[in-house]
């Protein structure tokens, strides 16, 4: 499980940088703007279990 934990943790860092990449090229270009919105959301989701993940695992030591 801390192995998912981790992969997760560096596949959300990617997918929020993937993100910003896009929101660039989104600017230059009209048609990219729903690519940059679902996007923001999975990373968003993503984002959420990794913190959720991050408590479970590194947050409170002293309970285990």
Do not use: H, P, R
């Amino acid at each position: 499980m801390y192995v998912i934990y981790k992969i997760f943790s560096y596949g959300t860092k990617i997918l929020f940088l993937w993100t910003f990449i896009e929101f660039i090229l989104a600017i230059f270009s009209d048609t990219k703007w729903k690519t940059v919105g679902v996007f923001f959301l999975v990373s968003l989701v993503c984002f959420f279990i990794v913190n959720y993940l991050y408590q479970f695992f590194e947050g409170d030591k002293d309970l285990f």
